[in-house]
């Protein structure tokens, strides 16, 4: 597979500035307006190049530093939180929309009885329209003289799929990577605003994740195109380290949708890591607000999310903007 180094801040130039269904939740038809939550603490910001994939990187839990990923080079800088994020020249997603592979066999048929198969498909199908993720439509590209905001059209899933064939026991992201290219054959290329989201069965838990990590975005350059896509392992797996009872009790998917729902906000803002909107910590819309004033958000359907940066108020909300 063909892939392309994607490095973090474009090196050292820009370290200055760095197929089922699924079903429906009603949404409050007036949404409250702006919820602001204090910023979160200051982390490390992960950006991690492996096999020339760049993989930014959502850290498990209170987890603040990462000294090693099964032997890479680990990029990493401190995330600000009072900065704005910073335009650094890249894509955004203009028209989202969102591709989910359920990779192995472990998720049986379509539609799938997996509590998580049925959690991630009614998040994703109830933020379109709505304003927890309109936060991102503040930000823009400008690409060949012509500004570009993120869209927020009302349906953002657009199709799924459970694909059976085996996953190996600790899949790495060249693997994940090749999933990803599989969906988007499969689905067929949606270009820049498309997201492809591997959702890996339970027990095949990759190097990192739970201890570490919850989930990582990315991008590959493929014959077709780039593929942007996220690794998103079973995240109940890892128990409250990824967010399981952390707004519900016992909320053991709580982490599907706080964790699915930042690397998709993420994704939408920073569809080929780290060209679209960064701060000057190297934190995405998701990393500045990770794990704090974490909430059942009726503007997402009622699932668990966790604010997102929102510029126009140099903070932390939970709708916008």
């Keep these: 597979m063909r892939v392309s180094r994607l490095l973090a801040f474009a090196a050292t130039s820009s370290l200055l500035a760095s197929c089922g269904g699924a079903g429906m939740q009603s949404v409050p038809a007036n949404p409250q307006s702006h919820s602001v939550a204090p910023a979160g603490p200051t982390i490390q910001s992960r950006t ?19 000294s090693d990923y099964h032997g890479i080079t680990t990029l990493s800088r401190s995330a600000t939180t009072t900065s704005n994020l910073i335009y650094h020249g890249g894509p ?26 049925t959690v991630l498909n009614g998040f994703l199908s109830s933020i379109g329209g709505h304003s927890w993720i309109n936060i991102d439509t503040q930000y823009y590209q400008t690409l060949g003289g012509t500004t570009t905001h993120v869209g927020n059209p009302s349906s953002q899933l657009t199709a799924t799929w459970i694909d059976t064939s085996s996953v190996p026991r600790k899949p790495t992201s060249s693997a994940v990577g090749a999933e990803a290219q599989k969906a988007a054959l499969h689905f067929g290329y949606g270009g820049v605003s498309a997201s492809y989201i591997v959702a ?14 919850c989930a990582w975005h990315s991008s590959e350059s493929e014959s077709e195109g780039i593929v942007s896509f996220t690794n998103l392992p079973y995240q109940s797996d890892a128990g409250a ?20 729902g930042h690397e998709e906000a993420e994704t939408q803002t920073d569809p080929q890591p780290n060209s679209g909107w960064l701060d000057s910590g190297g934190a995405e819309i998701g990393d500045k607000c990770a794990w704090v004033s974490l909430e059942n958000n009726p503007n997402a359907g009622g699932y668990p999310t966790q604010p997102l940066w929102d510029n126009k108020v140099s903070g932390c909300a939970q709708s916008g903007p």
């Design 241 to 260: 380290s990824c967010g399981a009872g952390s707004v519900n009790s016992p909320g053991t998917y709580d982490g599907v949708t706080i964790v699915g």
């Design 200 to 213: 890996i069965q339970s027990g095949n838990d990759p190097s990192g994740f739970r201890t570490s990590w």
């Design 92 to 117: 955004i997603q203009a028209v989202p929309h969102i591709f989910v592979v359920y990779w192995g066999p472990k998720w049986g048929t379509a539609p799938s009885n997996d509590p998580e198969y």
């Design 48 to 66: 991690i190049v492996e096999n020339g994939i760049t993989m930014h990187v959502l850290p498990a839990r209170g987890v603040t530093v990462l």
